[in-house]
C-alpha cells in the first residue's frame, strides 16, 4: 500500500514562509510527478505546483515567485518552500503523487492535507 505522509502546515504571519514535506512510502511505484494541490473554504481544489521526475515544475500563476516545488534525488520526497505568504494562501494544501503501480499506469495517489493560515 503505497502512503503519502505530509507535514509542515501551520499558522504564521503575512509576509512569512513555511515549509511543506512529502514522502511517499510504499512499495512497487514510480513516481512520474508529485505536486501541491490546495482547496480553500468554498472553493474547489486547486494546483499550486507539480514537478516531473525530470524536474520539470509548473506553478499557479498566484504563487510564481513565492512558491517553490522541489523534489529529492530519490524522487519520493516533494518539498514546497512558501515564501511572502498571503493571506489568501489560507487552505488545506494537498500532496499528490502520479506515476505507475507495479508498471502499470494511473497510478494517482493524495496525502490526507495539512492546513495552512496565513494571519493578516
Known amino acids: 500500500q503505497v502512503q503519502l505522509v505530509e507535514s509542515g502546515g501551520g499558522l504564521v504571519q503575512a509576509g512569512g514562509s513555511l515549509r511543506l514535506s512529502c514522502a511517499a512510502s510504499g512499495g512497487g511505484f514510480s513516481v512520474s510527478e508529485m505536486g501541491w494541490y490546495r482547496q480553500a473554504p468554498g472553493k474547489q481544489r486547486e494546483l499550486v505546483a507539480t514537478i516531473t521526475s525530470g524536474t520539470n515544475t509548473n506553478y499557479a500563476e498566484s504563487v510564481k515567485g513565492r512558491f517553490t516545488i522541489s523534489r529529492d534525488n530519490a524522487g519520493n520526497t516533494v518539498i514546497l518552500q512558501m515564501d511572502s505568504l498571503k493571506p489568501e494562501d489560507t487552505a488545506f494544501y494537498y500532496c499528490?503523487?502520479?506515476?505507475?503501480?507495479?508498471?502499470?499506469?494511473?497510478?494517482?495517489?493524495w496525502g490526507q492535507g495539512t492546513l495552512v493560515i496565513v494571519s493578516s
Open positions: 499528490n503523487a502520479r506515476g505507475t503501480y507495479y508498471d502499470v499506469p494511473g497510478f494517482d495517489r
